[in-house]
């Protein structure tokens, strides 16, 4: 069993908004604090946003602050990111993380006009 499965991504223009999730399976999810990082093409891993088991402490990377929101639905274990007003240097292949330990399969996100 796969403990995080992600899904959403794809292509948009500028501007534009997308949002991904990651289910979670096979452990206690709302013990756990969540991480989005994602890796642009060519080059190395960033972070992106962390938020606490119960969704009251939450982070961004400063790239991200103000149009990224993290949430998760614990009844759902289920994160979310809702990505608005996207930037061409927001592209690449974004991961759920439990605790960066565990590690969602990623998933990419263009944004390109």
């Known amino acids: 069993q796969v403990p995080l499965v992600q899904s959403g991504g794809g292509s948009v223009q500028p501007g534009g908004s997308l949002r991904l999730s990651c289910a979670a399976s096979?452990?206690?999810?709302?013990?756990?604090?969540m991480h989005w990082v994602r890796q642009p093409p060519g080059k190395g891993l960033e972070w992106v946003s962390r938020i606490n088991g119960g969704g009251e402490e939450i982070y961004y990377g400063d790239s991200v602050k103000g149009r990224f929101t993290v949430s998760r639905d614990n009844t759902k274990n289920t994160l979310y990111l809702q990505m608005n007003n996207l930037k061409p240097e927001d592209s690449g292949v974004y991961y759920c993380?439990?605790?960066?330990?565990?590690w969602g399969q990623g998933a990419l996100v263009t944004v390109s006009s």
């Open positions: 096979g452990f206690w999810f709302s013990d756990y604090s």
């Open positions: 993380s439990q605790g960066l330990e565990v």
